[in-house]
Nanobody
Framework: QVQLVESGGGLVQPGGSLRLSCAAS????????MGWFRQSPGKEREFVAA????????YYADSVKGRFTISRDNFKNTVYLQMNSLKPGDPAVYYC???????????????????WGQGTQVTVSS
């Protein structure tokens, strides 16, 4: 069994920054990619960012490009999401996800990912 534990969520003022972390542990067969998704009340879960584990290639939703940065620490099996210039549209529960291996080249699809964290709340308010 694989466990993903997110941390770093909280309350921040508009324009502020937060850094989310997600540590993977357990019986990890392999990691092809890890991603971040978010879900606001009444909305479907949406893709935020993803990173391939070997090459470090990154993918972002248009809504966060230029503001969010995804990175990884292969040794620690940890993925990070640096969120800058947070806006009122960013508050949500943020989930990390792990893909053990997929033939798909679409990193924004939640169906690609095999394991999910429990989520961490991000609130933006003055």
């Amino acid at each position: 069994q694989v466990q993903l534990v997110e941390s770093g969520g909280g309350l921040v003022q508009p324009g502020g920054s937060l850094r989310l972390s997600c540590a993977a542990s357990g019986s990890i067969f392999s990691i092809d990619a890890m991603g971040w998704f978010r879900q606001s009340p009444g909305k479907e879960r949406e893709f935020v960012a993803a990173i391939t584990w070997t090459a470090g290639s990154t993918y972002y939703a248009d809504s966060v490009k230029g503001r969010f940065t995804i990175s990884r620490d292969n040794f620690k099996n940890t993925v990070y999401l640096q969120m800058n210039s947070l806006k009122p549209g960013d508050p949500a529960v943020y989930y990390c996800a792990l893909d053990e291996g997929s033939t798909s080249a679409i990193y924004s699809s939640e169906w690609r990912y095999d394991y999910w964290g429990q989520g961490t709340q991000v609130t933006v308010s003055s």
